[in-house]
Structure formats: structure tokens, C-alpha cells
């Protein structure tokens, strides 16, 4: 089993900056996407970053050119940069990440219980 901890959420005016964290543990695994997702009250979760174990990244039109997700591979932890935050950013975020247990030959989904984000406008 791998087990995913988010932190780094809080309240932060808007314009301001947060940076989350996802730090993925358990017993010998192996990690190929990493994304964060949020859900905003009365809505449905979306994703806002995307990476994998090539290298691709994507962001939704929403958050492109304010986050930024990168990966530790070395501490297996993944990270959001969230920069000039809006309003509309508030939310719950999730990290979500495929990985592959020790004598699996699969990839299995993980979430995290997730982070909140409230920005103040």
C-alpha cells in the first residue's frame, strides 16, 4: 500500500502564494503519475496539474502560467507552486498519484485526504 500526506494548505490573500506538498510513503514502490486535483464547495473535483514519469506536464487553462507541479523523485514527494492566487482557487486539494507496489504488475490510483486552500479576496 502507498500512503500519500498533503500539506501547505492555509488562507492567503488573493495575488498571494502557496506552495503544497505531497509526500508519498510505504513499502517499496515505484511512482509513475503525480497530480493534484481540487474541489471547490458545490463542485465537482478537477484537475489542475498533471505530471509523469517522462516528463509531460499540463495544466488546465485555468491555473496555466500561475502553478507549477514538480517531483522529488529521490524523497518521493511531489509539489504545487500556486502563484497569484484568486478567489476561485479556494478549495480542498488532493493529491493523486499511480504507482506500482512491489510484486504488482499494475498501476494502482492513490489519493491523499487533502489540503485546503481558502484565498480572501
Known amino acids: 500500500q502507498v500512503q500519500l500526506e498533503e500539506s501547505g494548505g492555509g488562507l492567503v490573500q488573493a495575488g498571494g502564494s502557496l506552495r503544497l506538498s505531497c509526500v508519498a510513503s510505504g513499502s517499496d514502490f515505484s511512482i509513475n503519475t503525480m497530480s493534484w486535483y481540487r474541489q471547490a464547495p458545490g463542485k465537482q473535483r478537477e484537475l489542475v496539474a498533471f505530471?509523469?514519469?517522462?516528463?509531460?506536464?499540463y495544466y488546465p487553462d485555468s491555473v496555466k502560467g500561475r502553478f507549477t507541479i514538480s517531483r522529488d523523485r529521490a524523497k518521493n514527494t511531489g509539489y504545487l507552486q500556486m502563484d497569484s492566487l484568486k478567489s476561485e482557487d479556494t478549495g480542498v486539494y488532493y493529491c493523486n498519484a499511480d504507482c506500482k507496489v512491489s510484486g504488482s504488475n499494475y498501476y494502482r490510483s492513490f489519493w491523499g485526504q487533502g489540503t485546503h486552500v481558502t484565498v480572501s479576496s
Open positions: 505530471t509523469n514519469s517522462a516528463g509531460t506536464i
